[in-house]
């Protein structure tokens, strides 16, 4: 499942929000082979970064917590 957001912080400024879920990491593996090969690198990528500055991008990993 992916979900996306738009905010805008209190600067002004927007940030795109992409949140990826998976039932485990074999999960996550199998999709980012299947997502990230050599043709997304060579042919996709390149695109992306014309839209986005590659410098702003934080990746993190997160686990759901447990608020009992």
């Known amino acids: 499942m992916i979900d996306t957001y ?5 600067s ?4 795109f929000v992409w949140l990826r879920e998976f039932d485990n990491q ?4 199998e999709v980012y082979a299947n997502t ?3 043709y997304w690198i060579e042919h996709y990528r390149p695109k992306v970064f014309q839209h986005i500055y590659q410098d702003s ?3 993190r990993e997160l686990s759901p917590a447990n608020l009992t």
């Open 36 to 38: 990230y090969d050599e």
């Open 12 to 15: 002004g400024d927007t940030w």
């Open 57 to 59: 991008i934080r990746v």
């Open 6 to 10: 738009i905010y805008q912080d209190e």
């Open 26 to 29: 074999e999960q996550k593996a």
